[in-house]
Every structure is written in C-alpha cells, then in structure tokens.
C-alpha cells in the first residue's frame, strides 16, 4: 500500500457528514420547505422553473454536490453568481430535511434495464463476504460506508467503479492512518478522529485505539482504498451492480 507521509501539525480534516434527517417525517418536512422556498425557481414539482432558471432536481445527478453532505452545503451556501441563494439563516436540520427530500424525487434506476440480477447480486454480495466492512440495513460491518442506501447516490456505472477500482476515488473519511508507537509496534486502521494532540484510530477488527500524538515516533497516512479489489467476472459484476442499485433504503 502506497503511504503518504504527513507532518504532525496538519489538525483534523473535516470528515463527510451522513444525514441525520432521513425519516418518513423528515421527507414530509422538507416536502413542505420546498414548496413554500424554493418551487419559485425550481418548479412545483422539481423537475425546474419555466419561468425562472432553477434546473431539474429530479434527475437524480447534481451538478454542484454527489453527495448529501455536498448537496447539504449547496443549500446552506447557495450558488454564487447564480441567482440559487443559500438558506443561511435556517437550521441545520431544516437543511437536512430538504436534502432527504430531494433525494425522494430522484427517478428511480430502471433496474429491469440493468444486465445483472440483484437477487443473483445479493448472494455474491454474501459469498464475497462484502458484509465483514459494509452495513445494509442495520446488518454488517463499520469498515465501509453504509451501502443501506447507495442505490440512491451511486449510478451503476459509479457502482461498477467502486466494485473494480476502489482507490479511484476515496473520501478522507476512508483514508487510513499507520501509526509506530515509541516501542516500534505499529498499528493501521481508519482515522476516526483527530485533534492537535490525539489521534484514534479503528482498526481492522473495529476496535477503536487512541493515541497521543507526542508518544508516537510516527504517523503514515494512506489514501488508498481498503478495500479489496475482488476479480468478478462480468456477470458477478453486472449482479452485484443490480444488487447495489436496487439498495434505495426504506422510508423509516
Ligand atoms: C431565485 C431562484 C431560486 C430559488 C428560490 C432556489 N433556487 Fe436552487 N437553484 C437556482 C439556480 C439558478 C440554480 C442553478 C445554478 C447554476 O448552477 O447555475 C440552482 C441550483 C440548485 C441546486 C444545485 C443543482 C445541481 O445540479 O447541482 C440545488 C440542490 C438547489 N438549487 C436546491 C434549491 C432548494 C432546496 C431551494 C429552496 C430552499 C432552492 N434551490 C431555491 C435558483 C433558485
Ligand atoms: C476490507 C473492507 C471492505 C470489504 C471486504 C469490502 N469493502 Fe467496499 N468499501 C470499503 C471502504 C473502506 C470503502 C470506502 C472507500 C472507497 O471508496 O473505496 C468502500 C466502498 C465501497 C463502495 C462505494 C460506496 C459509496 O458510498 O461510495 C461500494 C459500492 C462497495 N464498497 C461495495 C463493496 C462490495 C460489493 C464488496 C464485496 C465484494 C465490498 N465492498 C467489500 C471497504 C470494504
């Protein structure tokens, strides 16, 4: 594994937020923002203003923001240059409730047009143990993203990429962290969580280790997946994509 060495003095990188907002309530909160903030623009239905320039929001692809917590920071801050204006002075949570509520309209992938099965894709996803890192729906592991809902974030081309090249793109809250304590013994996991003088780290059995930076004789960080690159054959691949793309969550 490819690691980058880092000084110290570098504080914590903010790490990507998940939406705390996702209830069935939630999606009717944010319904009710949307109609009374933002239809003027982006149409009462979403799908874009005719009058005005607001873009469709329904198509499930976003310029501005692939992920919530980016999606999240196009609603507080707005668009500059753009007549999109942030929601500066509204609560966070009302923020989260309008991203959960976009996340609603989006058309759902046509999974009958896909060329893999999700059932034959979900005992894959058994067999490789794709469990042992990833949680979906409550079951599994916490070395991975919670997949519960990635259907609704990830295209299946997106889903293939993340199956065949999982260090093409890796949010820091993935990076991994290599530390050698004073004695020599050396421990690698995620970083969990980091400020000027300490650093916790998961590691591979989920334990959660913590370190004060000045004990240590040194600190690698990677930024390459952990995720191992499995050899799928096609149809292992197109099953697992379907399986992956069918994971759209439960409204609850
Ligand atoms: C005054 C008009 C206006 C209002 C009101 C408005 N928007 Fe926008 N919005 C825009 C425009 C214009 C853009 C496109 C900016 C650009 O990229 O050029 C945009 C872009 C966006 C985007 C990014 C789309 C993308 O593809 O990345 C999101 C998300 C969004 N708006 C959500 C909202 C929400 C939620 C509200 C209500 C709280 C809202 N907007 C209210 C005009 C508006
Ligand atoms: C050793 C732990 C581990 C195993 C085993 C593992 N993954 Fe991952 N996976 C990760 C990590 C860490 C990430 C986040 C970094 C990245 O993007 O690669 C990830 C990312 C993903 C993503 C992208 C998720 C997103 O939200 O962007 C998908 C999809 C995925 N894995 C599917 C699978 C499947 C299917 C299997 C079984 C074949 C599997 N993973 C096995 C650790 C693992």
Redesign the pocket.
């Given at each position: 594994m490819l690691l980058l060495l880092v000084a110290f003095a570098t504080g914590a990188a903010a790490e990507e937020p998940e939406n705390p907002f996702t209830s069935a309530i939630d999606v009717r909160m944010g319904q009710r923002q949307f109609q009374s903030k933002c239809t003027s623009c982006h149409g009462l239905d979403a799908t874009g203003g005719e009058e005005a320039d607001g873009p469709d929001l329904t198509t499930g692809r976003f310029q501005h923001a692939s992920t919530d917590a980016g999606l999240h920071d196009v609603i507080r801050d707005g668009i500059e240059g753009t007549s999109m204006r942030g929601l500066r002075r509204a609560g966070d949570q009302e923020i989260w409730q309008l991203v959960t509520y976009l996340r609603t309209l989006s058309d759902a992938v046509d999974l009958a047009a896909l060329p893999g099965s999700p059932e034959a894709g979900r005992a894959v996803?058994e067999r490789?143990?794709?469990e042992?890192?990833?949680m979906v729906e409550g079951r599994g592991g916490r070395?991975?993203?919670d997949?519960s809902r990635?259907g609704g974030?990830?295209d299946p081309e997106e889903?293939a990429r993340?199956?065949t090249e999982?260090?093409a793109?890796?949010?820091p809250r993935?990076w991994t962290v290599r530390v050698t304590r004073a004695d020599g013994t050396v421990i690698e996991g995620l970083r969990m969580g980091e400020d000027t003088f300490n650093l916790r780290i998961m590691d591979g059995e989920e334990g959660l280790r913590s370190f004060t930076k000045a004990s240590l004789r040194s600190v690698e960080r990677g930024r390459k997946?952990?995720?191992?690159a499995?050899p799928l054959a096609d149809a292992e691949r197109d099953d697992?994509v379907a399986y992956?793309a069918s994971l759209r969550g439960s409204d609850s």
């Open positions: 996803f490789l143990d794709c042992r890192c990833h070395l991975g993203p997949l990635v974030r990830r889903l993340d199956l999982p260090s793109e890796v949010a993935w997946s952990t995720m191992p499995e697992l992956l």
